[in-house]
């Protein structure tokens, strides 16, 4: 059994900003740019959620990336990926995508439904400089093959990736070491997570309220809470204050410099003009 000498406390709160991305969908940018150093290797989160079709029903047509990995998990909805190297599949409700894009993916993310809910995340981990020009790698995980444990009443932790008390998540293998959990608690419901000291942590919370450091008001539904890193602060304890859902999502940093130009993620400017050239001159 782990023990959790310190714990961490929040740091800042931030809430989502409201854009539109791909043909015209209306998402919350959870995770913006400003954040990238300091939650290194996470480049980015958003949230998609909306009943109205005329919110989602344009989707993500055809578009590159490189550089980084993309990860989709959806709540409601069924959402069609289709790649330039082959892949296709469907999420539904609990499925989660991981994809590497490595040297370069062209995509597309459309919304299998024309009417109902739509609903889920899109998170982006940095890839280190070595595996930026990797060969591109999807994984598809089905609702039914992610880990569900209960290590406390009124807790129900979904293991995306990374380790909780023993056991491994859905996704392994991967470099910046992500734990990616879905945590729901009941109203005064507690959970300790223990947390590698020098990883990067956030929590996301979108249902409920919850409490992660006695000293700071309580995290409200739509914030992100960046989580402070010190000598000893290994884990987090969490207390929800309703009935409530979270993210919680840690990495290990990569201290390498970051340029972005749109779905382009490298080291280094001339290595964005590279990928802009390739892109535009099929070799993708
Ligand atoms: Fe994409």
């Known amino acids: 059994m782990e023990t959790i000498n310190q714990l961490r406390r929040v740091e800042s709160l931030h809430r989502g900003m409201p854009v539109s991305d791909g043909a ?10 400003n954040l990238q150093q300091r939650l290194d290797p996470f480049l980015m ?14 989707g993500f047509p055809s578009h590159p990336h490189r550089g980084f990995e993309t990860v989709t998990y959806m709540l ?15 999420l539904g409700p609990g499925d989660v995508q991981w994809m590497t894009a490595g040297r370069g993916v062209v995509h597309s993310e459309m919304p299998e439904q024309e009417e109902g809910r739509m609903r889920g995340f899109q998170l982006w981990v940095n890839l280190p400089a070595r595996e ?61 997570v223990p ?9 996301y919370v979108y249902e409920g309220q919850v409490t992660m450091d006695e000293t700071a008001r309580a995290v409200s539904k739509g914030t992100l809470a960046v989580l402070t890193n010190g000598r000893d602060q290994q884990g987090v304890r969490l ?33 964005l003009e590279q990928a802009f050239e390739d892109y535009h001159q099929g070799r993708f």
Not at 24 to 33: A, D, E, I, S
Not at 79 to 89: Q, S
Not at 156 to 175: F, K, N, P, T, V
Request: negative net charge; hydrophobic residues 35%.
């Open 45 to 58: 989160l958003d949230e998609f959620g909306s009943d109205q079709p005329g919110d989602y029903i344009a």
């Open 239 to 271: 207390q929800a204050e309703a009935e409530s859902r979270l993210l919680l999502i840690a990495g290990q940093p990569l201290h390498e410099p970051i340029a972005q130009w749109g779905p382009f993620v490298m080291n280094r400017r001339e290595e």
């Open 195 to 203: 947390l590698p000291e020098t990883h990067h942590a956030f929590a």
């Open 132 to 192: 930026k020009m990797c060969d591109p790698q999807y994984r598809g995980i089905q609702n039914s093959e992610i880990p569900r444990l209960s290590p406390a009443p009124g807790v129900m932790i979904s293991l995306i990736a990374g380790e909780y008390d023993g056991q491994q998540g859905a996704i392994r293998g991967i470099s910046t070491r992500p734990l990616y959990l879905d945590i729901q608690l009941a109203a005064g419901a507690t959970l300790h």
């Open 24 to 33: 015209g969908v209306k998402l919350q940018r959870v995770l913006t740019q």
């Open 76 to 90: 409601d909805g069924r959402m069609r990926h289709r790649d330039n190297a082959g892949n296709e599949g469907v």
